[in-house]
């Protein structure tokens, strides 16, 4: 089946410094991936749609240079949080989109990755 | 901007009772409604979905139904299991403007044994 990688599965930062995390589509391509951000014991909340080679689409209350999203291929996304600090501490989800499916298609999360910043 | 709203947050049963959790979503043009299950520090995993141009879909203990006038979607868990406990997040996703998908709040579901 679809599988959906991240990396790295946690990682642990002081304040000021950027942090990138990868998504990896392994056996399938994906024109569209996710971000999600979820916050213990809330739901997913979309964060960016990554499209492959152009802009992605940011959600309203998204800092954009904050939170820069790179799609680069079509099975990698990258999501680099700049200048993180203890409120972007957080679950940081990916989720990707099989190419090859129709209409609006299956998405397929990723393990995801936590955050935090000292 | 698109909603879904999903009830109850919390839903504790016996085992080997039924289970049921309803959404409702405001943008009447999604078509696709995936369900999907999140244990404790894992990732969501699809359980079941449905398309627009179905009512009703079935696989084994879990159901779902679909009303498309009323805008709203219920996932049905029969004769359930302590390993059903998880939280369930419904969503709502449409082929258009980037497929985006909106996730209900979840529910989370205890399943007593």
């Known amino acids: 089946g679809a599988v959906v990688s991240q990396h790295p599965s946690w990682v642990i930062c002081k304040s000021g410094t950027s942090v990138k995390i990868e998504c990896r589509s392994l056996d399938f391509q994906a024109t569209t991936m996710f971000w999600y951000r979820q916050f213990p014991k809330q739901s997913l909340m979309l964060m960016a749609t990554?499209?492959?080679?152009?802009?992605?689409?940011?959600e309203q209350g998204v800092e954009k240079d904050k939170f820069l999203i790179n799609h680069a291929s079509l099975t990698l996304s990258t999501l680099t949080v700049t200048s993180a600090h203890p409120e972007d501490s957080s679950f940081y989800i990916c989720?990707?989109?099989?190419?090859?499916?129709?209409?609006?298609?299956?998405?397929?999360f990723g393990p995801g990755t936590r955050l935090t910043v000292l | 901007g698109e909603n879904v709203e999903q009830h109850p947050s919390t839903l504790s049963v016996q085992e080997g009772d039924s289970a049921v959790i309803k959404c409702t979503y405001s943008?009447?043009?999604?078509?696709?409604f995936p369900w999907y299950k999140q244990e404790l520090g894992k990732r969501p995993q699809l359980i079941i979905d449905i398309r627009s141009n179905v009512g009703e879909k079935k696989d084994q203990r879990i159901a779902v139904t679909l009303n498309k006038t009323a805008k709203h979607f219920s996932l049905h868990i029969t004769e359930t299991q302590p390993e059903d406990s998880a939280v369930y997040f419904c969503a709502a996703s449409k082929g258009t403007g980037g497929f985006k998908t909106i996730f209900g709040a979840g529910t989370r579901l205890f399943v007593k044994a």
């Open positions: 943008d009447s043009a999604s078509n696709y």
């Open positions: 990554s499209n492959e080679g152009s802009k992605a689409t940011y």
């Open positions: 989720s990707a989109r099989d190419a090859a499916s129709g209409g609006a298609g299956t998405q397929y």
